[in-house]
């Protein structure tokens, strides 16, 4: 009898065994098909909402699983969210991270390739402000394709793109999460030289013609942020072209240079440059500010420091 009752347990510890595996195989993810952890078809898929740089709601019926980006800094800011496994193709000029160096490329200039993007079937394209016309706009709706236009006029617009793209992503905390550092750090980098004896700034973005910046995008708010003052700020055009003249009738501390071959010769020439004169001149950097992205913290740094050299070294 003892033998019996031994059998017939393990035998049905047996029989639970298999039917509890077989309940879980069939719940596993693995058995609904591909590796996919989305929740079951029974549950609905939230939708997601965003407003774009160009006062449009976006809406798409569940999280994109493939977006492609029109614009370099769109790019370096969807990979920067974690929703870099999501982009499928990116415009020629986007090549940070280095993962998007692999990426499919495709012409952005002076419109998107329509077929070219029918052939990818996106579920969004992320395009550039004013390299997407409200025709090529119109267009692109009128075929199905969901577009998000970016276009970052100030350092706050990088935060809030971040928190906006990281919906984008599998995990939006990750963007959430880097949107919140990115923002404390401009905020203690502005109220460190808040205070600060203001340094007249002139930013030579290009040497011949001369072409600076206003105050009206990322360049001109990185200088304000730094305790600077844009010479060129307050005009109405975002990229002035002024001659020398009047570049040394506004009196700058200090010419940042971002041309891609900037040379003090041309202001040595005009006496402006110390020590003879009384400005300074530094090559700066400022690619990571004309694409908008995470990057720009960091840069931000380096031209608060030139900036505030200038100031430490004038007299008191």
Same mark, same amino acid.
């Given at each position: 009898?003892?033998?019996?009752?031994?059998?017939?347990?393990?035998?049905?510890? *047996?029989?639970?065994?298999?039917?509890? *595996?077989?309940?879980?195989? !069939?719940?596993?993810?693995?058995?609904?098909?591909?590796?996919? $952890?989305?929740?079951?078809?029974?549950? @609905? +898929?939230?939708?997601?909402?965003? /407003?774009?740089?160009?006062?449009?709601?976006?809406?798409?019926?569940? %999280?994109? =699983?493939?977006?492609?980006?029109?614009?370099?800094?769109?790019?370096?800011?969807?990979?920067? +969210?974690?929703?870099?496994?999501? !982009?499928?193709?990116?415009?020629?000029?986007?090549?940070? %991270?280095?993962?998007?160096?692999?990426?499919?490329?495709? $012409?952005?200039? %002076?419109? @998107?390739?329509?077929? *070219? /993007?029918?052939?990818? $079937?996106?579920?969004?394209?992320?395009?550039?402000?004013?390299? +997407?016309? =409200?025709?090529?706009?119109?267009?692109?709706?009128?075929?199905?394709?969901?577009?998000?236009?970016?276009?970052?006029?100030?350092?706050?617009?990088? *935060?809030?793109?971040?928190?906006?793209?990281?919906?984008?992503?599998?995990?939006?905390?990750?963007?959430?999460?880097?949107?919140?550092?990115?923002?404390?750090?401009?905020?203690?980098?502005?109220?460190?030289?808040?205070?600060?004896?203001?340094?007249? +700034?002139?930013?030579?973005?290009?040497?011949? @013609?001369?072409?600076?910046?206003?105050?009206?995008?990322?360049?001109?708010?990185?200088?304000?942020?730094?305790?600077?003052?844009?010479?060129?700020?307050?005009?109405?055009?975002?990229?002035?072209?002024?001659?020398?003249?009047?570049?040394?009738?506004?009196?700058?501390?200090?010419?940042?240079?971002?041309?891609?071959? %900037?040379?003090? =010769?041309?202001?040595?020439?005009?006496?402006? /440059?110390?020590?003879?004169?009384?400005?300074?001149?530094?090559?700066?950097?400022?690619?990571?500010?004309?694409?908008?992205?995470?990057?720009?913290?960091?840069?931000?740094?380096?031209?608060?420091?030139?900036?505030?050299?200038?100031?430490?070294?004038? @007299?008191?």
């Amino acid at each position: 009898m003892r033998v019996f009752a031994a059998s017939f347990c393990a035998a049905l510890a *047996a029989a639970l065994a298999i039917a509890l *595996a077989a309940m879980l195989a !069939v719940a596993s993810p693995q058995a609904r098909g591909g590796g996919d $952890s989305s929740p079951p078809s029974s549950l @609905p +898929v939230p939708s997601v909402r965003l /407003l774009d740089d160009a006062g449009r709601t976006i809406e798409l019926q569940g %999280p994109p =699983r493939r977006i492609v980006s029109l614009a370099p800094h769109a790019t370096e800011l969807l990979f920067a +969210v974690g929703a870099g496994p999501r !982009v499928v193709a990116v415009d020629r000029n986007s090549d940070e %991270p280095a993962a998007a160096r692999a990426l499919p490329k495709l $012409s952005s200039f %002076p419109g @998107p390739d329509v077929e *070219a /993007l029918l052939a990818l $079937s996106p579920d969004l394209v992320v395009g550039w402000g004013p390299g +997407v016309s =409200r025709a090529q706009l119109e267009r692109l709706e009128s075929l199905g394709i969901a577009v998000f236009v970016s276009q970052p006029r100030t350092l706050d617009d990088i *935060a809030s793109t971040l928190r906006r793209f990281a919906l984008l992503a599998p995990d939006p905390s990750v963007g959430a999460a880097l949107a919140d550092a990115f923002a404390a750090r401009l905020d203690a980098i502005r109220a460190r030289y808040a205070r600060l004896r203001p340094v007249r +700034v002139f930013v030579q973005i290009w040497s011949s @013609p001369l072409i600076t910046v206003s105050d009206a995008g990322p360049i001109g708010d990185a200088v304000r942020s730094c305790g600077g003052v844009n010479v060129f700020g307050d005009v109405n055009v975002a990229a002035p072209q002024p001659d020398a003249e009047a570049v040394l009738a506004r009196h700058p501390d200090l010419i940042v240079a971002t041309d891609p071959s %900037p040379s003090p =010769r041309r202001w040595i020439g005009y006496g402006l /440059l110390a020590p003879q004169g009384p400005a300074h001149f530094v090559a700066f950097d400022a690619s990571t500010f004309e694409r908008p992205g995470p990057r720009s913290i960091d840069a931000l740094e380096g031209l608060c420091a030139e900036i505030d050299a200038v100031r430490r070294s004038a @007299p008191r």
